[in-house]
Nanobody, 127 residues
Framework: QVQLVESGGGSVQAGGSLRLSCGTF????????MGWVRQAPGKEREGIVG???????AYADSVKGRFTISEDNAKTTLYLEMNSLKPEDTAMYYC?????????????????????WGQGTQVTVSS
C-alpha cells in the first residue's frame, strides 16, 4: 500500500520560508517519479516541481529559483524548500508519486496527473 504523508505547512509572511516534508511508505521510492502539486482555492491543481529516479529535477516557472525539491539519501522522505514566498503561493500542497516503470518514464517531471497522493498540507502566505 503506497502511502504519502506531508507535513511542514503553516502560515508565513511574504518573503518568508517554509520546508515541507513528505514521508513515503509501502514502496521503494527509487522506482517512482515524485513531485509536488498545489491547489489554491477556486483554482485547478498546478504541478510545480518533479524529480526523477536519477535525481533530475524540473520546476514550473511560477516557483523556479525560489523552491527546491530534494530527497534524503534513503529516498524515504521528499522535501520542498520554499523561499521568498508570495501571497500567490497560498495553496494546499500535495506530495505525489507514480511508478516509473508502469508509465514508461517520468517525463514531463512537472505534472499534476500522479497516481498516488498525500493528504495535503496547507501553506498560507500573508502580505
Amino acid at each position: 500500500q503506497v502511502q504519502l504523508v506531508e507535513s511542514g505547512g503553516g502560515s508565513v509572511q511574504a518573503g518568508g520560508s517554509l520546508r515541507l516534508s513528505c514521508g513515503t511508505f509501502g514502496y521503494t521510492s527509487s522506482s517512482y517519479c515524485m513531485g509536488w502539486v498545489r491547489q489554491a482555492p477556486g483554482k485547478e491543481r498546478e504541478g510545480i516541481v518533479g524529480i526523477d529516479t536519477d535525481g533530475t529535477t524540473a520546476y514550473a516557472d511560477s516557483v523556479k529559483g525560489r523552491f527546491t525539491i530534494s530527497e534524503d539519501n534513503a529516498k524515504t522522505t521528499l522535501y520542498l524548500e520554499m523561499n521568498s514566498l508570495k501571497p500567490e503561493d497560498t495553496a494546499m500542497y500535495y506530495c505525489a508519486a507514480r511508478s516509473r516503470m508502469y508509465y514508461s518514464g517520468c517525463q514531463p517531471l512537472v505534472r499534476r496527473d500522479f497516481r498516488y497522493w498525500g493528504q495535503g498540507t496547507q501553506v498560507t502566505v500573508s502580505s
